[in-house]
C-alpha cells in the first residue's frame, strides 16, 4: 500500500480509537462472564487479593489461590466456599421459582476452590506449583499477578536481600507465572492476563527506590507482553493493567501527603480499587488507574520539566510523603529488635 495512504488509513483508525475510547464512557460496555473458568490469583490471602478472590467467585470462577502464607490463604478460601454456596442457594431459589428442573443448579454446587502455598520469588517454586495445578485443576484461564511487598527502608539503609525480594515478588514473579500458564492460552486463543502493578509504576516519589522500580518493571513487562499478543493476532488473549493511587490496606501505612490536599485525594478503599479493577477486567479494558486523576498525572509528569514536576510534588506534599510511612517502619524493626533481645 501506497505509504500515504497508509498514513491516512492509521490516522482514522487512531482517531476512530479515540471515538470508541469516549462511547465508553457514555455507554458502559457488557461485561463477560467467566463462570467455570479457572482463575489464579497471587498473593490471595490478604490485600487485594484477597478481594479479588472474593469477587471472581461472585461470578462462579473456579478460583486457584497462592499465597505464601498457607494459613491466611486456607482462611481465604474458607470464605470462597462460603460465596460458592450463597451462589448456589440463590442460583437454587431462582431456579424453583421459575420451574426449572434440579439440573440447572448443580453446576453451581460443583464449583471448587483450589489453595497452594507459593514463594512467587522463587521460580523453581513457580514452575513446580504450576504443574501441580494443571494436572489438579486444568488449564488456568485467568491469570491475576496481584502478589506484592515493599521493603519500607531508604536506599543506603536498604538491606540488599529486602531490595531482591521485592524485585522478585513484585516484578520477576510476573515472568514467571506468565511463562508458566502463557503457552496453553498461546494454543487455544483464550485467556486474560492481569497485572495488579501501582501508580508508582507510572511516577515515582522518594524513599521507595525498590518499590517504583519493581513496579516500573511489572509495568514495562505487561505492556512489552500486551504488544506481542497483538503483534502475534492473538486477539483472544486480553490483558488489563491496573494501577491504583495508595490503598488503604495497610501497606503504606503512615503514608501522607500534604494535609491541606489529602481530604481531595484520600487513600482509596480496597473495595472499591478491586470493583473498579473488576468492572475494567470483565470489559476487557487494557488499563485502569483509580482515580481516574492518575491519568492526568503521568500525562504531566510526561510532558513537564523535571523540575516542574519537583515543583509540584513539594506543593502536594508528594516528595517525602512516604517518610512518615519509613519512619513507622523503622520504629517497629527498632521495637521488634528490642523486645526479642537483639
Known sequence: MNIILEFFVVTFKVLWAFVVAAAKWFM????KSVAGQVCLITGAGSGLGRLFA??????????????INTQSNEAQAGMVRHIYREVAEEAAAAAQKAGHGEEEVLPHYNL???TYTCDVSKRENVYTTAERVRKEVGEVSVLVNNAGVVSGHHLLECP?????RTMMVNCHAHFWTAKAFLPKMLELNHGHIVTVASSLGLFSTAGVEDYCASKFGAVGF????SHELKAAEKDGIKTTLVCPYLVDTGMFRGC????????FLPPLKPDYCVKQAMRAILTDQPMICTPRLMYMVTFMKSILPFEAVVCMYRFLGADKCMYPFIAQ??????NNEAKNGI
Open 222 to 225: 505487561h505492556e512489552s507482553l
Open 28 to 31: 458502559r460496555p457488557k461485561e
Open 160 to 164: 540488599d536481600e529486602l531490595i531482591e
Open 54 to 67: 472474593l469477587e471472581f467467585a461472585r461470578r462462579r470462577a473456579r478460583l486457584v489461590l497462592w499465597d
Open 329 to 334: 517502619r523503622k520504629q517497629a524493626t527498632n
Open 256 to 263: 501522607r501527603i500534604r494535609k491541606e490536599i489529602e481530604p
Open 112 to 114: 471448587q476452590v483450589h
